[in-house]
Each structure stands twice: as C-alpha cells, then as structure tokens.
C-alpha cells in the first residue's frame, strides 16, 4: 500500500532564511502534488509534478520531483510570515489501475519574524 | 462562484445520530473523492467516485459509512450511528482525468 512520509513534521525558522521540506513515498508513481492549508482552511493547490526531473517555482517556493528515489523536495528561499501554514504533499496511484490521492502527514512551518 | 462546494459548513449531532453532508462538485470534473481530516494530520482517502460509479473504498471506512453520487453531479456522504471518533473535517474534492484535486472549503462534524 502506498505511503507518503514528510519530514520534518514542525519547522519553526527565522525570516529570511532557507530550508528545504522532503517528501517520500513507496511506491512507484510519477505525479506528485504540493498543497499548502492554512488554519481552519481547506486545501490549496501550489505545484503539480508529472514526470521525473520537474521542477516549478511560485514566488520563494520551489519543488522538485525525482522519482527513482521517490521524493520530492519543497524548497523555501528567504522565508518570509505569509509563509506559515501546513504543506502536504500527494501521490497519485495512477500508476496501480486507481485514482486516490494518498497525502502526506503534513510539514506545519512557521516562520519567525 | 465555480469552486467545490460543501454543506453544511459545521454540523453538531449528538452520539447516535445519522448525519448526510452534500458535496457539489466543479460542474465539468468526473471525479469526485471525499476525505477526512482530523487536527495536526493529513487527508486521509474514503471513497471516490468517476461518474455516478464508487470505484474505490477505503479497507478502513466503516460499515456506516455511506456515500452516493447520483447521477455523477452532486455527492452526500451519511455517517449512521455517530460515534465522537468520527469528529473531524470531511473534506470533498473533485478532479478531471488526471489532474489535480480542488477542494472544498469541509463540513466540520463534532459528535457530543
């Protein structure tokens, strides 16, 4: 069955700063998706990734999709408050006959003024 | 408005209850999934539809739970006999082939 692991669960980092959130799943599937919720919210989309190698970018975010390792990197350059919010990443499992999305546990990240 | 949308926003029952939430899909996706969400987790998968047919149902989902989608529009999603674990947010989404999911805003149930 698939699963799709986050690290790190809490990220609490400083304005200005860089860090980078991981993704791993455990089965094979080349589509994966980043989405960001906010407090109280529903689920926003930010980035969708169909192949190996895709890369995209939106303002100070950034992902990347690698799927013979199995992961996706979401990558924050000079974090700025607007930030703060849960990213969850998905895996479709296209790739099994079906077409459930499986998410992750979610990274809550704050940022810090 | 075109987005997905959900009802009720919030819904209080007591233990024991049936409760239905309603789910509008965006009118051209063919897919539509319904999700749960308790605090400080991620969306967990309960069922989705393609057209009006359930394809797939969660191994962990409940006898009493149900959902329907008639005539491949609008979806409801009943719980019988309400526990306080089923306290959480359902969240409803819908897709076209193959591409992302666009979500609604939730129906948040709270069983006392």
């Known amino acids: 069955e698939l699963k799709v692991e986050q690290n790190p669960l809490f990220l609490s980092m400083q304005e200005e700063k860089n860090y980078t959130i991981y993704c791993n799943y455990s089965t094979t599937s080349d589509r994966l998706y980043w989405y960001r919720q906010d407090p109280g919210k529903s689920l926003e989309s930010l980035f969708v990734?169909?192949?190996?190698?895709a890369v995209k970018q939106e303002g100070r975010l950034m992902a990347s999709l690698d799927t013979k390792a199995r992961l996706s990197t979401l990558h924050i350059t000079a974090a700025v408050h607007d930030l703060s919010a849960t990213y969850f990443c998905a895996v479709d499992t296209a790739t099994s006959g079906t077409y459930k999305y499986i998410f992750g546990t979610g990274t809550r990240l704050k940022v810090l003024a | 408005d075109t987005g997905v949308s959900q009802n009720p926003r919030h819904k209080i029952t007591k233990r024991g209850q049936n409760v239905t939430f309603r789910c509008d899909p965006i009118s051209e996706h063919n897919r539509l999934y319904w999700y749960r969400q308790t605090l400080g987790q991620g969306p967990e998968f309960l069922t989705y539809?393609?057209?009006?047919?359930?394809?797939?149902k969660s191994r962990l989902l409940s006898d009493r739970f149900s959902a329907e989608r008639p005539k491949g529009s609008f979806s409801t999603l009943e719980i019988q006999r309400t526990e306080q674990g089923d306290s959480a947010m359902y969240l409803c989404a819908s897709s076209s082939f193959n591409e992302k999911l666009f979500f609604g805003s939730g129906t948040q149930l709270s069983v006392l």
């Open positions: 539809f393609q057209n009006e047919a359930q394809l797939e």
């Open positions: 990734l169909l192949s190996n190698g």
